[in-house]
Nanobody, 118 residues
């Protein structure tokens, strides 16, 4: 099992930036896909972005493409989500994920709150 710990959430004004981090420990598998999901109250969790440990291939939801960038530091078992041009609709709890597929991760972090004020 992989343990995931997120950090970097907070309150920011629309148009601002935040950088989320996720440190992975435990059974970190080299062919895992790491990613970020987000959730607002009353809605299902939504895929945001993913990246492979091996090769660094990334994928984004249309709603964040061009504004968010996912990256990784293999040596530190850490992934990042750089969020620019934030909008109020980006407000959510952001979860770090890990698994063999992008859409069905089997490990989740505890979540970090991101709030964007208008």
């Amino acid at each position: 099992q992989v343990q995931l710990v997120e950090s970097g959430g907070g309150l920011v004004q629309a148009g601002g930036s935040l950088r989320l981090s996720c440190a992975a420990s435990g059974r970190t598998v080299s062919n895992y896909v790491m990613g970020w999901f987000r959730q607002t109250p009353g809605k299902e969790r939504e895929f945001v972005a993913s990246i492979t440990w091996r090769g660094g291939y990334s994928y984004y939801a249309d709603s964040v493409k061009g504004r968010f960038t996912i990256s990784r530091d293999n040596a530190k078992n850490t992934i990042f989500l750089q969020m620019n041009d934030l909008r109020p609709e980006d407000t959510a709890v952001y979860y770090c994920t890990a698994g063999f597929t992008r859409v069905s991760p089997n490990s989740w972090g505890q979540g970090t709150q991101v709030t964007v004020s208008s």
